[in-house]
């Protein structure tokens, strides 16, 4: 290879990196085998997070499980993919396919956006991304491009980056329309140039007002109380013409993730869990509440202690 050459492959294979991943701190993330890829997987199906519930919440699901890892002296990533309705303002695009529990009550699982774990595992000479999410893949790990053909949706972007970022902030304004302003606080993050026509702005961690409301120990006590519900309530009347009625009530409230968070989470109204709605159903709400409470409770728990494990390994 003559000396243009060389330059030329260098050039492009290291701009080629930071274009594809530009937020993806170099050896921030843990590499593994695959052997303990599989283990991490096993004991993160045997966490008791809840999985079976897909319609809300993968960002805090993603985020306890890369906590989990750090408490067991792992640093994972994150694969963001994002849905056209989330970054433009010409596309209602977004990944959508069939609710095989037949839950949603429109029959179909919806996403803006899915976020799940990432880890880096040793595979002969190279090392390839890994992705860590049971709700699309039971199994085990997959290699990324994997999991980003299985949202089957066009046009779809992704950012993979470092695990700490917990969530995006948005703007109905283009990045690229966004003048500098001295007075506004500065992003948390400054995502890549190819970003700068998105209505993505920023990333943010888990801290303020995310940390202090509890938003990862609420999620997956929503995801939790749903499958409880659903496998109590809602499972044993599917297939009955006679509750029909009563089974889209049930679907409406507990598939629809935003009546949900209303009504358990809320305790609050809208224009279809309204005061009749609540009053009709009013016996199993509470009954529901209650269990919610329960959850949440025990999610606090559980990232507490995860947290206090962490602390000590700095300590």
Same mark, same amino acid.
């Given at each position: 290879?003559?000396? +243009?050459?060389?330059?030329?492959?260098?050039?492009?294979?290291? #701009?080629?990196?930071?274009?594809?991943?530009? +937020?993806?701190?170099?050896?921030?993330?843990?590499?593994?085998?695959?052997?303990?890829? !599989?283990?991490?997987?096993?004991?993160? &199906?045997? $966490?008791? &997070?809840?999985?079976?519930?897909?319609?809300? !919440? =993968?960002? #805090?699901?993603? @985020?306890?499980?890369?906590?989990?890892?750090?408490?067991?002296?792992?640093? =994972?990533?994150?694969?963001?993919?994002?849905?056209?309705?989330?970054?433009?303002?010409?596309? $209602? /695009?977004?990944?959508? %396919?069939?609710?095989?529990?037949?839950?949603?009550?429109?029959?179909?699982?919806?996403?803006?956006?899915?976020?799940?774990?990432?880890?880096?595992?040793?595979?002969?000479?190279?090392?390839?991304?890994?992705?860590?999410?049971?709700?699309? *893949?039971?199994?085990?790990?997959?290699?990324?491009?994997?999991?980003?053909?299985?949202?089957?949706?066009?046009?779809?972007?992704?950012?993979?980056?470092? $695990?700490?970022?917990?969530? %995006?902030?948005?703007?109905?304004?283009?990045? $690229?329309?966004?003048?500098? #302003?001295?007075?506004?606080?500065?992003? !948390?993050?400054?995502?890549?140039?190819?970003?700068?026509?998105? @209505?993505?702005?920023?990333? *943010?961690?888990?801290?303020?007002?995310?940390?202090?409301?509890?938003?990862?120990?609420?999620?997956?006590?929503?995801?939790?109380?749903?499958?409880? %519900?659903?496998?109590?309530?809602?499972?044993?009347?599917?297939?009955?013409?006679?509750?029909?009625?009563?089974?889209?009530?049930?679907?409406?409230?507990?598939?629809?993730?935003?009546?949900?968070?209303?009504?358990? /989470?809320?305790?609050?109204?809208?224009?279809?869990? !309204?005061?009749? *709605?609540?009053?009709?159903?009013?016996?199993?709400?509470?009954?529901?509440?209650?269990?919610?409470?329960?959850?949440? #409770?025990?999610?606090?728990?559980?990232?507490?202690?995860?947290?206090? &494990?962490?602390?000590?390994?700095?300590?």
């Amino acid at each position: 290879m003559s000396t +243009l050459q060389e330059i030329l492959f260098n050039y492009f294979k290291n #701009n080629s990196i930071k274009k594809r991943h530009p +937020l993806l701190t170099p050896r921030k993330a843990s590499i593994i085998d695959l052997n303990t890829a !599989n283990a991490l997987f096993a004991e993160i &199906i045997n $966490s008791g &997070i809840p999985f079976g519930y897909q319609q809300a !919440n =993968c960002h #805090n699901i993603s @985020h306890y499980i890369s906590l989990l890892l750090e408490s067991k002296g792992y640093q =994972c990533a994150k694969i963001w993919a994002f849905a056209p309705v989330v970054y433009s303002s010409y596309s $209602s /695009r977004i990944i959508s %396919f069939p609710d095989k529990k037949k839950l949603s009550p429109n029959g179909a699982i919806d996403w803006g956006y899915h976020v799940a774990p990432v880890l880096q595992v040793r595979m002969g000479t190279k090392v390839r991304k890994m992705v860590i999410d049971p709700g699309l *893949f039971p199994k085990g790990p997959v290699r990324y491009r994997t999991w980003i053909a299985k949202l089957k949706t066009r046009k779809l972007i992704y950012l993979i980056m470092d $695990s700490e970022w917990y969530l %995006f902030n948005s703007s109905t304004i283009p990045n $690229s329309q966004i003048l500098p #302003n001295p007075d506004i606080i500065k992003p !948390n993050i400054k995502l890549p140039d190819w970003f700068s026509d998105k @209505h993505i702005t920023d990333f *943010f961690k888990y801290e303020e007002d995310s940390l202090n409301e509890h938003w990862i120990e609420k999620g997956l006590s929503v995801n939790e109380t749903t499958e409880t %519900f659903y496998n109590k309530e809602i499972k044993p009347i599917l297939n009955s013409n006679l509750q029909e009625d009563i089974l889209n009530d049930y679907k409406m409230l507990v598939g629809n993730v935003f009546n949900f968070e209303t009504v358990f /989470r809320d305790h609050k109204f809208n224009s279809e869990m !309204n005061d009749d *709605f609540q009053l009709k159903h009013q016996k199993i709400i509470t009954k529901y509440r209650e269990i919610y409470l329960v959850n949440l #409770n025990k999610w606090q728990n559980s990232l507490s202690e995860l947290n206090e &494990i962490i602390r000590k390994k700095f300590v």
